[in-house]
């Protein structure tokens, strides 16, 4: 049966159009030129002078090799020279971003004596101190342009909203055409078709999701390998990627409290990722046999992930509706964007970070939507 399953959902040529435009989107994407690629030696032998944590002494001289070319003194017109440029500036932008991260603790340590011990806002300015002091020195010129491109797939709205179209276009049938093709009541009608039925779907549904995922994800990163000539910089901190002058992504960690090595969080972000389309799939599945009509289904699908983008643009992020965007499975998908700043929420006075308490949330939610599953399909009846 769960092989069966699986072969009605692959079959569906609709899913291959789709996935076929996406990855000639990305093969697009990774051709369009660059200034720097950084894949070049110039920027190996940039980053043995330039490269890991910021010091004084690389930001003086930094500044004033700035200053000369910007007096003219110093030529800028050959790529080397440009490069220089680039990662100098670099350099001098992430000693600012060391010192708001400084700025920081110190905001933080003077909240601890002005708050009293024991309440909410001492324990939310402890945790975020404590995580900001384990960064330790974190912020540097580093060669990890391939990893910000591997990220890119998983943070923009857009790449969010394309996966969800391959979910819905695969998932919102599940249910629905049983119903249309009337062979829904032979298996009501066995002894533990209900069950079975049920188990196998759901289990369709997450092969299906899997490789799907999976299978773009693994496009991505071979281009963006291939388009910067390696994955270097896999042990940097997160904290060096950051959106630079030559970056289509406006995706930025440099002012993140987590401490993670970017190939780590690169993993993390993938499984976190993976389980955010599965609740998804999950919903969508419940849908399809709420509505027995695929279009509905995916329609109400749409509206579900474009509401929460909605309320962002027009900028209602307050109150009830502030959750609703925040608390939603559009924001589950964007997982990278949950780690690039400090948020927590008050749970019981103790403070939960964003990630931990969503991923709980949705986690609870999802078995409870499959139990309904379960259940009313348990209680449906064979149609006269």
Not at 124 to 147: C, Q, V
């Amino acid at each position: 049966m769960y092989k069966q399953e699986c072969y009605k959902i692959f079959m569906k040529k609709s899913i291959y159009f789709v996935l076929a435009i996406i990855v000639l989107l990305l093969v697009y994407v990774n051709s369009l030129p660059l200034d720097m690629t950084m894949k070049e030696e110039l920027f190996e032998e940039l980053e043995e002078t330039w490269g890991r944590p910021v010091t004084e002494e690389k930001v003086s001289l930094a500044k004033e090799t700035m200053h000369a070319s910007d007096a003219g003194a110093v030529s800028n017109n050959t790529f080397e020279s440009r490069a220089t440029d680039y990662v100098q500036f670099l350099v001098v932008s992430t000693s600012m971003q060391k010192e708001e991260q400084s700025e920081r603790i110190r905001m933080r340590e003077g909240h601890l004596v002005e708050f009293a011990n024991g309440t909410y806002e001492y324990r939310e300015a402890l945790k975020e101190r404590d995580m900001l002091m384990e960064l330790g020195e974190t912020h540097g010129f580093y060669l990890i342009r391939s990893w910000r491109g591997m990220f890119e797939l998983i943070e923009p709205v857009t790449s969010v909203l394309l996966l969800s179209a391959l979910i819905f276009i695969g998932i919102t049938p599940v249910f629905a055409e049983e119903y249309s093709k009337r062979t829904t009541d032979l298996i009501l009608a066995t002894k533990h078709g209900k069950r079975k039925l049920v188990s196998a779907k759901i289990m369709a549904v997450i092969t299906y999701i899997v490789t799907v995922f999976l299978s773009l994800q693994l496009v991505n990163s071979i281009l963006k390998i291939w388009k910067f000539g390696g994955a270097a910089g896999w042990d940097a901190p997160i904290q060096g990627i950051s959106s630079g002058l030559d970056s289509f992504s406006f995706i930025s960690y440099d002012g993140s409290q987590y401490s993670f090595e970017i190939w780590q969080f690169f993993l993390i972000i993938l499984g976190l990722q993976l389980l955010a389309c599965l609740a998804v799939g999950i919903l969508v599945l419940l849908l399809s046999f709420l509505t027995k009509n695929t279009m509905l289904a995916f329609f109400i699908s749409g509206v579900v992930m474009a509401v929460p983008v909605l309320l962002q643009q027009l900028g209602v992020t307050r109150g009830i509706l502030g959750y609703v965007a925040n608390f939603s499975y559009t924001e589950l998908m964007q997982v990278s964007s949950m780690f690039t700043y400090f948020k927590a929420y008050n749970v019981f006075g103790i403070p939960l970070l964003y990630p931990t308490l969503v991923f709980t949330v949705f986690a609870i939610l999802s078995g409870v939507l499959v139990f309904l599953i379960y259940q009313l399909f348990r209680k449906r009846q064979v149609s006269s």
